[in-house]
Nanobody, 125 residues
Framework: VQLQASGGGLVQAGGSLRLSCAAP????????FGWFRQAPGKERESVAA????????YYTDSVKGRFTVSRDNARNTVYLQMNSLKPEDTAVYYC???????????????????WGQGTQVTVSS
């Protein structure tokens, strides 16, 4: 299963981008989705996540108040709205999905089953 991530690009500091992650319909409703990023020379880190139920979200501290994760079950798509972007947000962004039961806790990065190909986000100062 391949997730399709899109929406990256070059933006000035303070600008906005919206990333999209499309998943096959046969898995979408069963999955918790995560967004991750990897900057050059750094390890991949978790950025945000949205639970299968849609009622719970997670954000790493550095993006709280600036990024919003959401899901559209009708379109089988997860979004990451990124506002007030900073140069330190520059990275390749990945979406990932894991099939879970409704009571499952947040998956660890290594537990995600499906990954997208990554989309580059570059924020200029």
């Amino acid at each position: 299963v391949q997730l399709q991530a899109s929406g990256g690009g070059l933006v000035q500091a303070g600008g906005s981008l919206r990333l999209s992650c499309a998943a096959p319909g046969r898995i979408f409703s069963r999955c918790t989705f995560g967004w991750f990023r990897q900057a050059p020379g750094k390890e991949r880190e978790s950025v945000a996540a949205i639970h299968r139920s849609g009622s719970s979200t997670y954000y790493t501290d550095s993006v709280k108040g600036r990024f919003t994760v959401s899901r559209d079950n009708a379109r089988n798509t997860v979004y990451l709205q990124m506002n007030s972007l900073k140069p330190e947000d520059t990275a390749v962004y990945y979406c990932a999905a894991k099939s879970v039961i409704l009571t499952s806790p947040w998956p660890a990065q290594e537990e995600y089953d499906y990954w997208g190909q990554g989309t580059q986000v570059t924020v200029s100062s």
